[in-house]
């Protein structure tokens, strides 16, 4: 079964910028797609990015555009989100996800890490 752990959560001032991991265990992950989600104190949890497991197709929810990158080292089985400009609206708890989808539905996504906080504040 995989298993997923994220890291590199941290407390930054607005403006910053931080690179979380997404490392994969348990299973060959290059087999699956990965979602990054977040989510916000009192708020849903959104979708990120994505990318697919060889191929590497990345999508980017159109609000995250710009400021989130999402790449992948398969020989190292972790996925990576590049987060620049850090906004205090980015606040929350950050999620990586695995599935056989390319998709930002975290309802397609069946492998679940436990997250890893980010804190935006000045």
């Known amino acids: 079964q995989l298993q997923l752990v994220e890291s590199g959560g941290a407390s930054v001032q607005p403006g910053g910028s931080l690179k979380l991991s997404c490392a994969a265990s348990?299973?060959?992950?290059?087999?699956?797609?990965i979602g990054w989600f977040r989510q916000a104190p009192g708020k849903e949890r959104e979708g990120i990015a994505c990318?697919?497991?060889?191929?590497?197709?990345?999508y980017y929810t159109d609000s995250m555009k710009g400021r989130f990158t999402i790449s992948r080292d398969n020989a190292k089985n972790t996925v990576f989100l590049q987060m620049n400009s850090l906004k205090p609206e980015d606040t929350g708890d950050y999620y990586c996800?695995?599935?056989?989808?390319?998709?930002?539905?975290?309802?397609?996504?069946?492998?679940w890490g436990q997250g890893t906080q980010v804190t935006v504040s000045s």
């Open positions: 996800a695995a599935g056989r989808a390319l998709t930002q539905r975290a309802a397609d996504y069946n492998y």
């Open positions: 348990g299973s060959p992950s290059d087999y699956y797609s």
């Open positions: 990318i697919s497991g060889r191929n590497q197709n990345t």
